[in-house]
């Protein structure tokens, strides 16, 4: 038991912010997944082409 150990076990916050880091993007990518099933559907309702939408971008 040397002092590394000593050291590490006082500040164990790594998983922390892994955890936290990892909670933040999650809603990101979801959203990102979300427009992308939705995109066909809301192109039919409002009839907006795949075109006017790369004009856009």
Do not use: C, N
Not at 4 to 27: M, Q
Not at 37 to 51: D, H, I, N, R, T
């Amino acid at each position: 038991m040397g002092a590394a150990t000593d050291r590490t076990s006082e500040h164990p916050y790594g998983w922390v912010i892994v955890t936290v880091a990892t909670v933040s993007l999650a809603p990101g990518f979801a959203a990102g997944g979300i427009v992308s099933v939705l995109m066909k559907p809301l192109e039919q309702e409002f009839g907006v082409s795949a075109s006017y939408r790369l004009a856009l971008s």
